[in-house]
């Protein structure tokens, strides 16, 4: 079998963002695999924008890493108790583009928040966003870092014995679907 490719899509467009931690974790975790992070910094979706200039190569991109890789790994901060704009943004553009890149694509979906839930309701909400695509989400274990800030070490590994067990868990439920 060849390398796996996985793709990272961090609904925080913050370079020190712990989601974007928590995707290296995961990736890190899932084992032998290709990993690259997709750009979701896009222009806001506007109808009379696409239908104007047609869809930003950006997007097109974002479409092509998602139809090309075997798995793919979201990690969402929750703001105001739902996941990021930006993130819902980036799944309304790839509607637009022709194809269906997410069609059962296994999808494995974590959170990291500041809050004491770790992201909990963003990850419900975010699973409400995929399903007209028809993605295969894993069920779980569900992995919701609370308190981000304070939980990576140094060297940006996930501490806390219950995360990095049921992040392992979670990779390797992808590992088996890829």
């Known amino acids: 079998m060849s390398t796996p490719k996985l793709l990272g899509i961090s609904g925080a467009l913050r370079k020190a963002s712990t989601n ?4 290296k974790e ?33 997007v097109h ?8 890789a075997d798995a ?28 269906t890149p ?14 004491r839930t770790g992201g909990e309701r963003a990850t419900m909400t975010l699973r409400s966003f995929l399903q007209p695509f028809r993605p295969m989400i894993l069920q779980g274990p569900e992995v919701h870092v609370a308190a ?6 140094e060297q940006g590994q996930l501490k806390g014995e219950m995360y990095v067990k049921d992040l392992t868990t979670l ?7 890829v």
Do not use: C
């Not at 997709?38 to 190569?57: K, M, Q, R, T």
């Not at 991109?61 to 090309?68: G, P, R, S, V, Y």
């Not at 981000?148 to 070490?153: L, N, Q, W």
């Open 20 to 23: 974007r931690q928590l995707l």
């Open 26 to 58: 995961a990736a890190r975790l899932f084992g032998d695999a290709s990993y690259t992070e997709a750009d979701i910094n896009l222009p806001l979706y506007n109808g009379d924008d696409e239908e104007a200039h047609g869809v930003p190569a950006v």
């Open 61 to 68: 991109t974002l479409a092509q890493q998602i139809a090309d």
């Open 72 to 99: 793919v790994l979201i990690a969402s901060p929750e703001y105001n108790k739902g996941p990021s704009g930006a993130l819902k943004n980036a799944f309304d553009w790839v509607s637009r583009v022709e194809g």
């Open 102 to 115: 997410w069609t059962g694509k296994p999808v494995a979906i974590m959170s990291a928040a500041a809050g």
């Open 148 to 153: 981000s800030y304070e939980a990576f070490d």
């Open 171 to 177: 990779m390797k439920s992808l590992r088996e679907l």
